[in-house]
C-alpha cells in the first residue's frame, strides 16, 4: 500500500516539473518571438526582399558558396570625416580616429585613397562591414564592360576617359557588373582581404609579371606571357615574388587594357598608400 502512494507522489512531481519546464520554454518562445518582431518591425521588409536582404547601398552576389552583400560603389568618407579626401595615411589614421566617421558607399564622391590595406579592414568594420576576400571581389566583378579601346565617358574609367582622376563614383553608367556593382574596373586599385608571401598565395605558386592567359576560379591568374590574350581582355598581373605583397584588385585610371577584372596588382606591401588604391566593403 505505501509503495503504491510512494508511486502516486513521484508521479505527481513529475508531471509538475514537465509542466514547469514547458511553461518556462513556452516564455522562452514567446520572448525570442517579441525580440524578432521588434527588429523586423524597424526594417523595411520590401527593400530586404528586392535586395535579398542587403542593404541599400550594396548589391547582392550569388555565389555556389553562399550569396553576399559588396557596396554598389567604391568607398568614400562620410560627411561626419574631416578629411573627405585623404593625402596620406596619417589624415586617414584621423578619419578613423573621429566618431561618426565611417565608409559610405555612394554615387558622385571622390573614392577614399591614400589608405593601407590595415586602414581599409579598419574602416569597413566602422560601417559594420567587412573588406571582401579575392574570390568575392572576382565574384562581384563579373559582367563588367572590359572593351580593349575606344574607351568613351560612360565607360570604365581606364584612360583617363573622364572628367576628372580619380572620377566621383558611378561616373560611368556602362562600368557596371552583372550584380550592379560600379567601377569595380578601373577608377583606382581595390584593396581585398589578402596577401601573399614570396610569391605565393596560400599553397598556390603565382606567375611571373605579364598578359594573363589562364585564371582559377577565384580569379587569380595561373599563366601570364608577354603577349596580351584576347579571352582575359587583355588583362595584366603585377606581381613581386620576395616578401609579403598585399593584393588590390581592377586596375585604375590609366592602366589602358591593362586594367580589368583579371587584372591583379601584388606589388607594394600591405603598408602601402596611394592616390590610385582605395577600397570597398563587403558583408
Request: proline fraction near 6%; hydrophobic fraction near 30%; include cysteine.
Amino acid at each position: 500500500m505505501s509503495s503504491t502512494l510512494n508511486l502516486k507522489k513521484n508521479s505527481r512531481r513529475l508531471i509538475g516539473k514537465r509542466e514547469a519546464f514547458i511553461m518556462l520554454f513556452a516564455v522562452i518562445l514567446t520572448s525570442i518571438g517579441i525580440k524578432a518582431s521588434d527588429y523586423f518591425s524597424n526594417v523595411n521588409k520590401d527593400d530586404l526582399k528586392a535586395n535579398n536582404g542587403c542593404p541599400n547601398d550594396m548589391v547582392y552576389v550569388v555565389s555556389q558558396y553562399g550569396g553576399f552583400c559588396i557596396d554598389k560603389y567604391e568607398a568614400s568618407p562620410s560627411e561626419e570625416c574631416p578629411y573627405q579626401d585623404p593625402n596620406n595615411k596619417s589624415e586617414t589614421a584621423v578619419n578613423l580616429g573621429t566618431p561618426g566617421c565611417k565608409p559610405v558607399s555612394k554615387s558622385g564622391r571622390i573614392p577614399w585613397r591614400n589608405i593601407t590595406q590595415a586602414q581599409a579592414m579598419e574602416a569597413c568594420a566602422k560601417a559594420g562591414k567587412r573588406l571582401p576576400t579575392n574570390l568575392e571581389w572576382y565574384l562581384a566583378s563579373l559582367g563588367t564592360p572590359d572593351p580593349s579601346s575606344g574607351w568613351g565617358p560612360d565607360d570604365c574609367h581606364v584612360n583617363k576617359n573622364w572628367e576628372k582622376q580619380p572620377g566621383l563614383t558611378g561616373s560611368g553608367k556602362n562600368c557596371v557588373s552583372s550584380a550592379g556593382a560600379y567601377d569595380m574596373i578601373g577608377n583606382i586599385w581595390e584593396w581585398v582581404n589578402e596577401e601573399i608571401q614570396d610569391g605565393k598565395y596560400k599553397d598556390l605558386e603565382l606567375p611571373e609579371s605579364g598578359y594573363v592567359q589562364s585564371v582559377n576560379t577565384s580569379g587569380l591568374p595561373i599563366e601570364t606571357n608577354k603577349e596580351p590574350e584576347e579571352a582575359y581582355y587583355n588583362d595584366y598581373f603585377w606581381i613581386k615574388s620576395k616578401g609579403i605583397r598585399g593584393m588590390a584588385r581592377g586596375g585604375y585610371w590609366d592602366n589602358k587594357s591593362d586594367a580589368g577584372k583579371y587584372a591583379v596588382y601584388l606589388v607594394s606591401p600591405p603598408s602601402f598608400v596611394g592616390t590610385g588604391v582605395g577600397f570597398r566593403c563587403a558583408k
